[in-house]
């Protein structure tokens, strides 16, 4: 775990001296601007907005970050030749893919909580105050999160097999068919093609749901969350990233590095 814990605190450092953690700015900017924006609306509607945008612009702020540094995380130490090096000492590549997970989950945890400061601020800023239905709005910002690890791992799995291109192209495509999975499903219901059926089926059940993730206009209307869903999801999101990061050491394991 020792050597886990050095590759994760590397591409931690890696991430932070690409300066990915400049679009805290641009966020935070985004935000205040909003607030003073709307600030002339009544309570509940600018509120509605500070809530939307931000958790909104937190899943985006952070996809970028999943997909555009995710991508490279295989692909990079593959041209610079430090995979070699790496894979020369007592290194499994299994603890690589582990590790690389790992440190840019934790750019996204910072990068996550950063924001959540920043969008409280904002939520204060218009509300005057913070009441008890503020912390629902904490679960959505852990979906947001779940669904970016879940990205993450998936952009490590394409990584490990192709292109920086072509990874960010299957990844982002992933994350749009995932979003828009059930309805998907639902449409194919009124065409009359049964091998239709059969296959948006398999596809439903094979793509990540990042639509159970979404509970944006729930909790920005003040509904809490049901704990069985945070289970589910916990549950769902860490099965669905182990079969993948292990997908993800199987395919580099058998990869001629040479």
């Known amino acids: 775990m020792q050597r886990v814990a050095v590759i994760a605190l590397n591409t931690f450092r890696e991430a932070v001296r690409d300066r990915v953690l400049y679009n805290l700015i641009v ?28 958790l909104t ?19 990079k130490e593959m041209d610079k030749r430090t995979l070699y090096v790496l894979f020369a000492k007592p290194v ?3 603890e690589f893919i582990l590790a690389k997970f790992c440190g840019l989950g934790l750019t996204l945890f910072v990068n996550i909580a950063l924001m959540t400061v920043g969008f409280y601020g904002a939520l204060y800023y218009v509300k005057r105050s913070l009441a008890g239905p503020d912390t629902y709005l904490l679960v959505a910002i852990y979906f947001v999160f779940l669904e970016l690890l879940l990205v993450t791992a998936l952009a490590l799995l394409f990584s490990s097999f192709s292109s920086p291109v072509l990874s960010a ?19 194919t219901r009124f065409v009359e093609i049964p091998w239709l059926g059969l296959v948006t089926n398999a596809v439903y059940y094979l793509v990540p749901n990042f639509r159970n993730f979404n509970v944006i206009s729930s909790v920005a209307h003040g509904q809490p969350v049901p704990a069985a869903l945070v289970w589910l999801n916990t549950a769902y999101a860490a099965l669905y990233i182990g079969l993948v990061l292990a997908a993800s050491a199987l395919i580099l394991q058998n990869r001629n590095l040479k």
Not at 57 to 75: C, D, K, R
Request: hydrophobic content about 60%; charged content about 10%.
């Open 169 to 187: 192209a299957f990844t982002l495509g992933l994350f749009i068919g995932g979003s828009l999975a059930d309805d998907i499903r639902e449409l």
């Open 92 to 94: 499994r590549r299994s």
């Open 57 to 75: 612009a937190m899943t985006f702020f952070g996809l970028a970050i999943a997909i555009f540094i995710g991508i490279g995380l295989v692909y």
């Open 27 to 54: 966020f935070a900017l985004l935000l205040m601007g909003t607030a003073v924006l709307f600030g002339q609306i009544s309570i509940q509607i600018e509120e509605l907005i500070v809530v939307n945008l931000g």
